[in-house]
């Protein structure tokens, strides 16, 4: 079992700048693919970003591409996301999600656990 604990969403301009964090416990997180998610009100959960235990495989939804770095710190259990040029298209609830396994994967169906949930505004 893993628990994620999503932190670092707020209010931001557009052009701006946010910095997600992802806290996971319970079961070795070195050991998952982690991912970011979001959803904005009345659309399905799409994927943003995706990287191995290793951190060396990464993955961009093509909307973020350039602008978005995800990272982790195995020691310290928890996945960044950072998020650079924020534009209005990206306010959405944005979730973290884990799944066991070493393939870096696109699909909500695909992850085992997830977080809760934290809110991204990007105002115009």
């Known amino acids: 079992q893993v628990q994620l604990v999503e932190s670092g969403g707020g209010l931001a301009q557009a052009g701006g700048s946010l910095r997600l964090s992802c806290a996971a416990s319970?079961?070795?997180?070195?050991?998952?693919?982690m991912g970011w998610f979001r959803q904005a009100p009345g659309k399905e959960r799409e994927f943003v970003a995706a990287?191995?235990?290793?951190?060396?495989?990464?993955h961009y939804a093509d909307s973020v591409k350039g602008r978005f770095t995800i990272s982790r710190d195995n020691a310290k259990n928890t996945v960044y996301l950072q998020m650079n040029s924020l534009n209005p298209d990206d306010t959405a609830v944005y979730y973290c999600?884990?799944?066991?396994?070493?393939?870096?994967?696109?699909?909500?169906?695909?992850?085992?656990?997830w977080g809760q949930g934290t809110q991204v505004t990007v105002s115009s």
């Open positions: 319970g079961r070795t997180v070195s050991m998952y693919v």
């Open positions: 990287i191995r235990w290793s951190g060396s495989n990464t």
């Open positions: 999600a884990a799944r066991r396994g070493l393939r870096v994967a696109m699909n909500v169906a695909e992850y085992d656990y």
